[in-house]
């Protein structure tokens, strides 16, 4: 005999997406600020294409809880 599937609440779902996105928010903040310490100096170019990953993982972290 097999059972009912189980029924999720929407509610639960959803805040089990938002603690997810909060995770990720926060893994992608400590990365981009890893990368801000540990990146030498070096040419311009160098040193923008760091800034530019720095502004891409900020930027996505904060566009998952908004």
């Not at 005999?1 to 959803?14: G, I, T």
């Not at 981009?32 to 990953?53: H, K, L, T, Y």
């Amino acid at each position: 005999m097999s059972e009912a599937p189980m029924q999720v609440s929407p509610e639960y779902l959803a805040a089990m997406r938002q603690a997810k996105a909060e995770g990720l928010q926060k893994d992608l903040r400590v990365l981009a600020q890893r990368i801000r310490n540990e990146a030498p100096e070096g040419s311009a170019d160098f040193n923008g294409g760091i800034a530019w990953a720095v502004r891409f993982l900020e930027n996505t972290a904060t566009s998952l809880t908004a």
